[in-house]
Every structure is written in C-alpha cells, then in structure tokens.
C-alpha cells in the first residue's frame, strides 16, 4: 500500500492520504464526475483498513470550503466507511472550518449528527 | 420453547429471514432517502448563501467601478482648473471645453469612443500653466517678449508632466496640452505644426478653448460679443482653425449655444 496525493485543480481539492494513518483533504470540491475523482481515495480508504501492516490510528483532517451537492454524498459514503470500522481503529476527523463559512461548520455539524459514534472534532479557523 | 423451534416449518424460517434481510434493506434504503434528501436541501441551502453572496459582490464591484469613474472625473477636472485658475479662467471653462470638444469630435467623424476620451482630456490642455511664474501669469498689462517666450513653455511643460503616463487618457491630454497652441496656418507654437500634422485632438481643442475664452468675461475684459466671435472664426477659417471645424461649428451652432447655456457660470 502506497501514499497518494491528488494535487488541487480549480474544482477539486488537495487531498494526501498517508500509509503512517493520515488523511489530509483540502479546499474546493466541484469535480466534473465527482464519482469518479473519489473512487480512487475511498478505495484507499478501504484497504487501509484491510492492510495488516496499517497503523492502529487515523487521523482525517478535512478543510473543504466550497462543495457541491455530490460531494456531499460521497463524503457521507466517506463517512460510513470510517463508521464501519470505528471498533478496530482509533478514528479522528478534525473537520476544519473557515469562521466566516456558515456553510461548511454547517456540514460538520451534520456529520456528527449521522454518525454518533464517530469522534469528530469542529475546528474554527 | 424448545419444543416450538424443534417443530418451526422449515418454509417459516426461511421467510423470517427474508423478512428479517427486507427489514435491514428498507431501513438502509430509508436511511439512503433521508441522507438524499438532507444533502439536496443543504445543498440549496449553500447555492443561494453563494448566489447572495456573488450578488453582494457584483453590486460592490460595480460600485467601485463607479467610484473609479467619478474620481477620474474629479481628478480630471481638478488637473484642468488648476491649469485654468492660473489663467484666470472662470469656474465651468474647462467644463464646457470638453463639451465642445466632444461635440465637434462626434461631427468631425470621431468614434463615440475616442469623443469621449477627448472630453476628458481636453480640460487638462493649460495644466503646465502650473509651473509658469505668477509674475507672468498674473501681469496686468501686455506681456513683454521675453515674458512671452516663457509664457509659451506652458504647453512643452504640459506635455513633460503628462508624457509618461501610458494610460491612453494621460496621452491623449499629453499631446493636447503640447499642441493646442498651434494653428492650421503653421503660426502656432511651440512647434508651428501645419494642417493634418497637428492631431486631431489638438485641432478641436484649441477651438472649443478658443470659442469659450472669448465669450467668457474677465476681470479685465467683458466678453466679446457673438457676432464679433463668429466675424474672427470666418476670418479664422483655415488660419488658426481647421476649416472643417469652423463649418461644423456654423453648420451646428444651436447645439454649441444650447452647451454655453447648460454649463454658463453662476452670477457672480
Ligand atoms: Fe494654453
Ligand atoms: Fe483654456
């Protein structure tokens, strides 16, 4: 299992996915086919979660300031991965918020509200 | 109990776990819905947040395009009577110069475009009037010939202030404050261009300059009289002017006297 790294482009963000358990996504979330720009992080996600070798721990800090609507899907299908597996892994998202971006606090807020037994922290900038 | 599941059909069993599997799939499926419906309305939510804040964005670039605008005016303005104060001009002069100037520019041929950046070039024409001393400016009576030659410079000073600038506007005033002493005839200064060789520009300056100035009334001189002005233009008429300009003005000369009344100076 390797690291991946998808460098930012106007509409989508900069994501780091890190074999040492971190997980870093960031900025705008507009793709042409959102499907297709997240299956190869989910899939990531998957097998880190399969690996052997994998970290006890994960940490995914998310800062995604601006997103459509599909996005907001796969980040709940994001979401229910990392809920799958909450009792054999050590979870943190850290959802990081512009203080300004009613928005995006808003959707952290959701997710908190769908998954209870995740720890999520909202983190104002 | 025991003896209940010992006799439970087969066929039974199998259709609790159906249901059972149809339970846990109507609940995923419900879930799924609710999460669908949840991720539409913020989503709505979130595109009109983003659509009142371009708004409030489209109307603030707007009005800062706005406030640019009339600031460039002010300036305009302000670099023109400062010129002109210097000359003595009275308060709406370099006004009803870009007036004209636009005017004559429009019915010369003149793109609305060009027309436009005349107008607001045009009042900047005198602004190396600035650096000419008061002694001179403000002599009462006739300017000796050294005076003169110095008095002269304005427009070469003019130019020198306004030549590096490389916005299209500033160059326009640039070549206006350089020429607009010049005449048809090639008796001007600085530099007694003739004819075409003068720019456009400077042509229709130096009339509406020229127009105004005498019909204006000055501490030391009461305004001339119309029919005297439109005498010196005939006589003018390819001397000092550009013949074509003289025409448009005669051809015209409602809509010149309909701007002098629009823009004339409040009674002292
Ligand atoms: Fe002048
Ligand atoms: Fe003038």
Known sequence: MNNLKVEATQYTPEISLETYGEINIKGKSYPENTFEFYMPILHWLRTYFTEPNAPHSLTVNVEITYFNSSSSKLFFDFFDILDANKENFNITVNWIFDRENDSAKEAGEDFIEDFTDLTIHLIAK | ?268
């Not at chain 2, 404050?177 to 048809?184: G, W």
Request: proline share 4%; charged share 30%.
């Open chain 2, 1 to 268: 109990m025991e003896q209940h599941e010992v006799i439970k059909n087969p066929l039974i069993v199998e259709l609790e776990l159906l249901r059972v599997n149809f339970d846990k799939t109507t609940e995923k499926l419900i879930k799924d819905i609710q999460r669908h419906e949840k991720i539409m309305t913020k989503a709505d939510k979130r595109q009109k947040q983003e659509y009142d804040e371009l708004q409030r964005k489209f109307a603030e670039v707007e009005a800062l395009q706005q406030e640019i605008e009339e600031t460039q005016k002010e300036v305009i303005f302000t670099m023109g009577s400062i010129g002109e104060s210097r000359s003595k001009e009275t308060g709406n002069h370099v006004r009803r110069v870009a007036e004209y100037s636009k005017l004559i520019a429009l019915h010369y041929g003149l793109c609305e475009h060009d027309a436009e950046m005349l107008k607001q070039a045009s009042p900047m024409h005198d602004i190396g009037k600035v650096a000419i001393p008061d002694a001179i400016l403000n002599k009462p009576g006739k300017l000796t010939p050294e005076e003169f030659e110095i008095m002269k410079k304005h427009t070469e000073l003019g130019y020198d202030m306004l030549k590096h600038s490389h916005r299209p506007l500033l160059q326009t005033a640039a070549i206006v404050a350089y020429e607009h002493h010049e005449k048809f005839n090639g008796q001007g200064y600085p530099r007694g261009l003739k004819g075409a060789n003068i720019h456009i520009y400077s042509r229709i300056t130096a009339f509406a300059d020229v127009f105004d100035a005498l019909g204006n009334q000055r501490c030391y001189k009461p305004a001339w009289k119309d029919e005297d002005i439109f005498n010196l233009f005939h006589q003018e008429r390819g001397e000092h002017f550009d013949p074509k300009i003289v025409d448009i003005f005669f051809k015209n000369l409602s809509e010149f006297l309909y701007i002098r009344e629009m823009f004339k100076d409040p009674v002292a």
